[in-house]
C-alpha cells in the first residue's frame, strides 16, 4: 500500500566504522568507546529560480547512532544506524519518476 505524499519519506543506512589497531591491544580503546551516542544534523541544498535567486531546493535531517565498540582481530570496530528523513513538500506535483531520489 502506497503512504499518502504527506508523510515523510525516511532512508535506513546502517554500517560499521573500521580502524586499524593493534593485535597486542585486544580491550576497547578509550577513544573508541568515545564515539558511542547519539549524532544530528539539518542540511539544504540550493540553487537558482528563474529569477536568479538563491532558494532552498532539498532539505533533510539525520541522526546517527553509533553504539558496539569493539576490537575484532585486531580492528576497532562501531556499528551506525543512520536514519534521514527527507521531507515530501519538495516531491509533490512531481511525476512518479522524478520522485525518484539518487
Given at each position: 500500500m502506497r503512504k499518502p505524499a504527506s508523510v515523510s519519506m525516511a532512508l535506513l543506512v546502517t554500517g560499521v566504522l573500521v580502524a586499524a589497531v593493534s593485535p597486542v591491544r585486544a580491550q576497547v580503546p578509550e577513544k573508541l568507546k568515545a564515539l558511542v551516542g547519539t549524532y544530528s544534523g539539518e542540511w539544504a541544498?540550493?540553487?537558482m529560480d528563474n529569477e536568479g535567486k538563491i532558494v532552498e531546493k532539498f532539505s533533510w535531517t539525520d541522526v546517527i547512532e553509533v553504539s558496539n565498540p569493539v576490537v575484532k582481530d585486531g580492528k576497532a570496530c562501531v556499528t551506525t544506524v543512520d536514519r534521514m528523513n527527507f521531507g515530501?513538500?519538495?516531491l509533490q506535483g512531481k511525476s512518479r519518476a522524478s520522485r525518484a531520489i539518487t
Open positions: 541544498m540550493y540553487g515530501v513538500r519538495y
